[in-house]
């Protein structure tokens, strides 16, 4: 499937999907100045960090990020925002901003045409306080009757 979305500025995004195809683990970001290529761009599993490589007016550069555990950092700041009483960023609204962009992928599919979103209010963002640094957990030694995982 390919989707191609319209914003102010005559600025586009393609998405290109499917789950018949080799694993892309990449996205690129091209504008006028110049381009980023993100790989890998999602982190699943010990010892990956993302990765890329940004060309500028045609300086190019490599970027490597730190290897970090998403999922304790995540876990431990939603688990202070339940303690706390605090809105997690994303909460559920950011959800439902993007529900909204996939029903409206969904009736392009249906219907063949076009479909006009009227624009939303900018939202607030991630700030540095939410970031978390955890040193990745070791593997466990000994699993007890455990099948190694499948490898695509």
């Known amino acids: 499937m ?11 995004a393609h998405f290109h999907v499917s789950y018949a195809t080799a694993t892309v683990n990449r996205y690129s970001i091209i504008g006028t100045e110049g381009e980023f290529h993100v790989e890998p761009c999602f982190v699943f599993g010990p010892g990956v960090a993302i ?5 500028i007016n ?12 998403h999922f304790g950092g995540q ?15 994303p909460d559920g609204e950011e959800g439902l901003r993007d529900v909204r962009v996939i029903l409206a992928v969904k009736r392009a599919l249906e219907t063949g ?3 006009k979103l009227a624009p939303l209010e900018s939202r607030r963002h991630m700030t540095e306080d939410q970031k978390r640094n955890f040193s990745l957990a070791s593997p466990p030694k000994n699993e007890i009757n455990a099948k190694p995982p499948i490898k695509p």
Not at 2 to 12: K, N, W, Y
Not at 51 to 55: A, I, L, P
Request: hydrophobic content about 20%.
């Open 113 to 115: 045409q076009p479909q």
């Open 75 to 89: 876990t431990d700041y939603f688990s202070k925002c339940i303690i706390d009483g605090t809105d997690p960023e």
């Open 58 to 69: 045609k300086k190019t550069e490599n970027h490597k990020g730190q290897v970090v555990d």
């Open 51 to 55: 990765s890329y490589t940004s060309t």
């Open 2 to 12: 390919a989707i191609t979305l319209r914003f102010p500025g005559d600025r586009l």
